[in-house]
């Protein structure tokens, strides 16, 4: 398969699953800025949504064409802006245009499907979302990326351009596995009272969890009140969640297997050394030695493999091609992210 074509199918899956989760982000988010038990209203208010713009690594971004932090101007910039590489009008104009030059290595209903999404987005503006409301947009954009998902497993045949659209949906969906931590974290903003931050603690991790439609499987799987550690393992560690880190890097070792035919591949055994350290990690070591640390050091590894991934199967010749950073927050751990090269 050529260079550019997997590159073209590897990015559509990436753009359509950064459509969802940040629609997942800004869900989660909406929910914790709702939280009435905040004592300095004004900024603590504004806090979940610079938290949100910092887990995406574009509050510098965001500031230099806004002078203030709100959720009307954080929801036009992350949905709505075509100049924004972040936003998901961005990410569905990507994956429309990627698929169309690609048009004979995928179905004729799978480019339907993104054109449709793509004519409808076009017609969603700032106007319709205060007067319709912002849940039932981002519900339409998961139902968008969830349509897409199944018309490319019920028509695609299980060739390489099938591996690669699995390749770019499981890395995307593991970097937003640890991305969607960020934006729960301490809060400074909250009562003083440990009653208080209990129940808001409760709120915030509930909501998260929601967003991420895993509030059934968390009950399934857990028979405990919802609380920041096993939230944490559920997204992290667990094998029975299908947006866990360790689902999505297993899921990405199997396809590279796929793809290589052997393990003697280097993008393989990155891939397999990170499956490893993730399925065999324990809540409890990690916590002690330091969870942000460990939680930038798997971004870091996501990040190389993806070089790889491109050097591997994207480029012509054995430099890496280049991809716009994405920036994991305050952590300043460099990402792939936006459109294709």
């Known amino acids: ?102 048009r004979v290595a995928i179905t004729a209903e799978m480019y339907e499907d993104l054109n449709a999404t793509w004519l409808e987005m076009r017609g969603i503006d700032a106007a319709r979302i205060r007067n319709e409301g912002i849940s039932g947009v981002l519900e339409w954009i998961k139902n968008c990326s969830a349509s ?15 591996h690669f659209l699995r390749l770019g949906t499981f890395i995307e969906r593991a970097d937003w596995a640890i991305r969607m931590l960020d934006v729960v974290g301490s809060d400074a903003d ?4 440990r009653e208080v931050r209990d129940a808001v603690e409760y709120f ?20 405990d009140s919802v609380n920041p550690v096993t939230v944490t393992e559920l997204m992290l560690l667990n094998g029975g969640n299908p947006r866990s880190l360790r689902t999505c890097v ?30 065999y990690a324990r809540l409890d070591e990690i916590v002690e030695s330091g969870l942000e640390a ?24 054995d430099e890496v091609t280049p991809v716009p950073a994405w920036p994991r927050g305050a952590s300043q751990t460099q990402s792939q992210s936006g459109p294709r090269p």
């Open 1 to 102: 398969m050529l260079c550019r074509t997997v590159n073209d199918l590897y990015w559509v899956a990436r753009h359509m699953e950064r459509a969802e989760n940040t629609a997942r982000l800004l869900d989660v988010t909406q929910r914790i800025a709702m939280l009435p038990e905040r004592l300095d209203r004004g900024k603590a208010q504004a806090a979940p949504w610079r938290r949100a713009l910092e887990a995406l690594g574009v509050a510098d971004r965001f500031e230099s064409c806004h002078d203030r932090i709100d959720g009307e101007t954080v929801v036009d910039f992350l949905l709505l802006s075509p100049d924004n590489p972040s936003s998901i009008h961005h990410a569905f104009h990507a994956a429309r245009e990627n698929a169309r030059a690609q």
């Open 148 to 162: 897409f998902r199944g018309v490319m497993i019920g028509t695609l045949g299980r060739d390489e351009g099938y």
């Open 190 to 193: 909250l009562a003083e009272s």
């Open 204 to 223: 915030q991790w509930s909501a998260l969890l929601q967003s991420l439609s895993a509030f059934e499987t968390y009950r399934r799987l857990y028979r």
């Open 250 to 279: 297993g899921r990405l070792h199997e396809v590279l297997q796929s793809l290589a035919g052997h393990d003697g591949l280097e993008v393989v055994r990155q891939a397999g050394s990170l499956a490893a350290q993730v399925q």
């Open 294 to 317: 460990w939680l930038q050091d798997a971004m870091a590894r996501l990040v190389r493999l993806g070089d790889e991934i491109h050097r591997q199967f994207m480029s012509a010749d």
